[in-house]
């Protein structure tokens, strides 16, 4: 009998083509430009570990003592309870009561999005998504074959949410509501009139919220309030993790806090389920956080002062450069700055360039989701002072050349 081969690649599937992640996919290009012999300097992941700053010892030891103690087994696909009761104690210490039982502990902040949004979106659902964004939302809603509908954060009035725009996205597809704040990548925080203008248009509108709060104890002038202690009763899921505020993005630990609304409760069963599927996340971890939410905190006012040093160099140098201009952050490490380009170009052409000229690795704002021409980039100002000095020499003096 003869068999018949068949040459043909093995397809990929459609949606591979609409899931982007600039963040990461730009590294591709500093690889060549490393492999040419320049240093790169990579300012493009917000990864404070990478830039030299802790894992409290606490952490890491309550972590090896689990090991030790034989935690290695799968563990509740909620997660263990120790972890969910303090992180429904500390949200409920800030303003936000929470029940252990509407808590799960996810691999990072990003496991929560990814969960929450297939518990409630179906293929061709839309969900209202910041513009710019951080690209997992716009990722996940790819892979569901659902629509994200960006509504524009408005750089003239410091990066606040355009409501009369948000409030013309409605349609009866819509699902829910992504908000970040404190943002990336802008480092804005929203007032608490905003705040309450977005949560009075998502009980309007009958959406699901996603606060996003992954920076929440980054703010400059200390921990920024949950969304929650706004409205106990709306409709709101809360994400963070162990990723940014308590320097241990690679554990892949956060949790996800579901409002005690009974609106919720459909929602909590779908994303139950969903995270049988994938059992646990790393069971090890998890016990790092009561240790986080309920022990020595010491490191937090150091790192937030260390930001907002880096922020406000960034600023004075960056609105020094001519072309060049940025609203400051109040939060997190990220800086958005805006380049006058020349027309035609773009701002992935303008990032490439100075990838190519100096090494210096940003993002361009159209991997956030803005308007290629618009000539946003995002900054991550983790860097020691000197180094950034450094950075920003050779970034003024390549945007001098271009821009001439
Ligand atoms: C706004 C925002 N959400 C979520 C994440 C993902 O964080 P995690 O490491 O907790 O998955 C990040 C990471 O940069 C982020 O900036």
Redesign the pocket.
Known sequence: MTITKIHAPIATAQRVNRFTYAIRNIVAEAVKVEAAGTRVRYLNI?DPVAFGFKTPDHLIAAVERAMRDGHNHYGPSAGIPAARMAVAAEYTRNGFPISAERVFITA????G?ELTLGAVVDAGGEVLVPMPT?P?YTAVLAKLDAHAKYYRLDASHGWMPDLEHLESLVTPSTRALVV?DPN?PTGAVYSTETRRALLNFADRHGLLVLT?E??GDLGFEGPVEPYGKLDPDAAIIS?S?L??AFLA?GW?T?WMACGGSPRLDGVVAAVRKLADGRLCSTVPMQYAIAGALEGDRSHQPVFRRALKARADLTIARLCAMPGVSCVAPTAAFYAMPRIALPPGRTDEDYVKALLHATGVLCVYGSGFGLPAEEGFLRIVFLAPLDELTEIYDLMASFTADYLR
């Open positions: 917000g990072g902040t990003s496991e999005i951080y997992l970040i990336n996003d992954v920076y994400f993790s990723s940014k993005p892949r956060g």
